[in-house]
C-alpha cells in the first residue's frame, strides 16, 4: 500500500523541490512538489495526499498556517514539517498542534523513511 | 373929567417917584425896563456901583458896563428871554466904577398888567463874586487834586452815593485800558475775575445800601487779560447832614504778596503733603532737642501719636536708654562747639518704639537753614527689611558663586561701546586670571588657544558688528600649557541704545574628554553592534547553508539508491551527482557572501555598486525576512551610479534597515508586511537607498531619539543599530534619516554622494584610516 500512497512536497527552495520527489519515488512513492501552500491547495492531489513534507517558512502562506488551514477543512493528512531553521525550540510545538515529525534540513535518508512509516501507519 | 384924569396922573407920578424911592432904598442893585426891554430905571446902587449914568446904562450893550467875555451870550440870553417873555437868569460881570468886573447873577422877570400884558421888566443883579471865587477856587482844587490822584500809583475810583462810577483816576484807566463809560459797566464788563464777582458784587451792593466801608481782596483784569489781586477799599463821603455825598475807592495792587502768600500756602501745603505721605519718618527736633514735628510715618514707626511726643526730648521718645547719655552728650557739644558727627551722614543706628522694642534704622539728620536758635530735621527709617534683603542678596549671591563653582559656569557682560567687560568671581577662575585684574579683550586674548584665536576675534566683531547671538566653543591655553574647553553663550540686549551683551561661559573640559571616551565607548559599540548583527544572522546563515546541505543529502542519497537498482539508473545518479555538485557550489558561495561581510576590519574605500550590494543584502536576509512573512519587493534603479565607499559597511546599514523594518512588523496582522527597498539617482552625484515598511510606524516625538545610542523601540534589542549606521552614513558625508508614511509604517532613507572628498570616522575613529 505504501508504493502507491501520494507523497505531496510543499516548499519554495528549488533544491528540496528537485531532489525530494526523486528520492521518494526512489522509496517507492508517488510525489508531486509544490512551491507555495497556495500552489498545493488549489491542486486536485489535496484529497490524494497520504502524507504531505511541508516547509515551514515559506512567502505567503506558511507551513503552518496551511496545517491549520488542513485542520479547518478537516482534512486529516499527516504532516511531516521540514525546516532549514536551526530553530530546535519550534519541533515540540508542531508536534503539540499535530505533527508527525519535524525534521532539520539537512536530514537523512533513514530520518524521512522513519518519519513516513510514522505517518502511514506502517510498524 | 379932565381934573379927574390930571388927579390920577399925579397919582400915578406920585406913585411912581414913591416905588422909585423904594427901590433905591433896596440894598441890592435893582433896574426896571420897558417891555422892549431898554434900561428905564436903574437904582441908585446901580449908579454908585458902575459909575454911570442912566443914559450910559442905557448903552449897555455897546459899552463895557458887562464883561466883553460875557456879552455875547448877556445878548442872546436877554433877547431871547424878552422875545419870548420867559424870566432869565444870567451869570455876568459888571463893571464896577474902578473898572473891576464883579461877578453878577442877573435875575430878570417880566412886569405884567391885569390883561397880563407885559408892562415892564424888572432886573435884580446879586453881586456873587466872592461866591463865584470860592467855586472857582473849589473847581480849581478839585481839578489839582484830580491830577494828584491821577499821579498816585494808587488806583482811586469815586462812586456816585448810588453807586455809579464817577470818576476813576488814569492808572484805572491805563490798568483796565477801558474809558471811563466801559469802566461804569464793571459788574458785567469781564474786569472783575468771575471768581471773585459774586462775591464782590454782594459786599459792594451792602456797602451802598447800608453806608458801610467795604474792603475785600479781588482779581481785576489788566487789559491784556491778566487778573491781578487787588485790595479794594471803599469809604463814604459825608455832607453835614450826614447825607452820603460820594464813595471814594482805593484799590491797591496786593498781587505781589497775594501770591507769595499763596506760595506760602502751597509750600505750607507742599510740606504737609510731604510730611503726612512721606515713607520714612520725619522728625524736627528745636533747639532744645524737644520734637516738634512727628509725621505719619513716624507715628506708625515708632507708634506714638504726634500730641502724645510734641515737646518731649527726642532722645526719652525713641532712642534706646542706653544710648540716650551719649546722644546728649553729641547734641551738647554740638551746640556748644558746632562740631558735628552726625549731621549730614547716613548713619545707622537702633531705634525704640512706644512698647520698648527695638529696630535697626538708618537716619539722617540736616539742620535747618533759618536764623534763630538751630532746629534739625531728622530722617529715619525702619531697615530691618532691608538689612534682611541684604542678608538675603548676600546669600544669594554666595549661592550664585557656589553655584557657579559647582557647575564651572562663569557669568559676564560686555558693554560693546565702551568695551568694558564685568566677570563673575568664577569666570576668574575658569581663566585663571588674578580677580584684581581689569579684564579687556587683551587679557582674554592671552589666555585663548593660539589656533583658536583668529576665530574668536571674529566672533568678538561680527558681535561688535550686528548684536547677534554668540554660541562658541573654543579652547583656552593656560600658562602651563594645559588646555580647557569652554563653551560660551550669550545674547545681546539693547537698554535704550546701549548695547551689552549678558553671556555665560562653561567649563566643558570634563565634558569634552568624557566626549572623547564616548567616541571610544562607541566605536567598540560600532563592533558590538557588528557582533550583534552576526548573532542576528547566525539563524539566516544557517539556513543558508542547510537549504543546500539538504539538497546535496538527498541527492546524494537519490543516487546512491538509483546506483543500487537493479538495474542500475546511471543517467538518473549522474543527474543527481550532478545536483549535487551544483547544491555544493550553492553553499560554498554562500559561505564566499559571508567571509566578505565579517572577514574585513578596516574601513576601505572602493568601488561600490549599491544595486550589487543590495542584492547581497537581500540574498542573505531572504530567509529570515520570509520567516517573518515579509513580501519584500526591490526597485534598484538600473541608472545608479557607482560610487565610492566602504561596500561592508554600507551593506551593513542596509541590513539594519530591512531587519528594522520586518522587526516592525512584526505585530502586524491586519495587513499584508510589504516591504520595499529602493535604490535611486539624487541628482548627478548622489545616490539614495530607501527601506519602506508598513508596520507599527514612529511617530514624530521618537524621530529625534531613534538615532540616539541604547534607544529602541525592541524589547529584545540593544539599540544601536541606527545609531551605528547613521555614523556610517555621515562617515560618507551622507545623510540617513526617518520620515512616517502617508499610510501604516515608516521609511528610512539614506542619501550619500558618489564620492565622498574625504572620510572621516569619528566613531570608529580608533581604527580608521583613509
Redesign the interface.
Known sequence: MRQRSLVSVVD??E??R???P??LR??GFVSQAFSSAEAFLASEVVSETSCLILDI????M?GPDLQQELIRRRLKIPIVF?T????KAVRPRLLAQGAVECL??????AALLDALNAALGVP | MDAARQYSADLLRESERNSRLLVDSIPGLVALLTAAGEVEFANRQILEYTGRTLKELKQWGTNDTVHPDDLPHVIRAFAQSIASGSPYEILQRFRRSDGAYLWFQNNGFPLRDASGRIVRWCVLLTDIDERKHAEDALRESERESRLIVDSIPGFVAVFTPGGEVEFVNRPILEYFGKTLEELKHWGTGGMTHPEDLPRVAELFTHSIVSGDPFEFEVRARRFDGVYRWFQSRGFPLRDTNGQIVRWYNLLIDIDERKRAEQELRRSEARKTAILDSALECIVTIDHEGCITEFNPAAERTFGYRQDEVLGRQLADVIIPPALRARHRQGFARYLATGEARVLGRRIEMTAVRADGSEFPTELAITRIPLDGPPSFTGYMRDITERKRSEEELRRSEAFLAEGQQLSRVGSFSWRVATDEITWSEQLYRIFEIDRDVRVTFEVIGTRVHPEDLSGFTEQIERSRRDGSDVQLEIRLQMPDRTVKYVHIVAHCRDDSGQREYIGAVQDVTRRRRSEEALAKVRSELAYVSRATSLGVLT?SI???I??????????A??CL??LG?DPPDVD?ARE?AR?TI??GN?AADVMTRLRALFSKKEFSLESVDLNEATREVIALSL?DL??H?V?LQAELADDLPIITGDRIQLQQVILNLLRNASDAMAGVDDRPRHLLIGTEREGEDRVRVVVRDAGVGIDRQGMDKLFDAFYTTKSGGMGIGLFVSRSIVESHQGRLWAEPNDGPGATFSFSIPRAPATVTYPALAGNTKV
Open positions: 519554495d527552495d533544491s528540496v528537485e531532489s525530494l526523486d528520492l526512489q522509496l517558512a515559506m512567502p505567503g506558511s521540514i532549514a531553521n536551526g530553530d532539520f534540513k539537512p536530514f537523512s535518508e | 539563524a544557517a539556513h543558508e542547510n537549504q543546500p546541505l539538504a539538497g546535496i543529502i538527498t541527492n542519497s537519490t539508491r538509483m537498482a538518473g543527481t545536483r551544483r547544491d550553492r530567509s520570509r520567516r512573512r513580501i
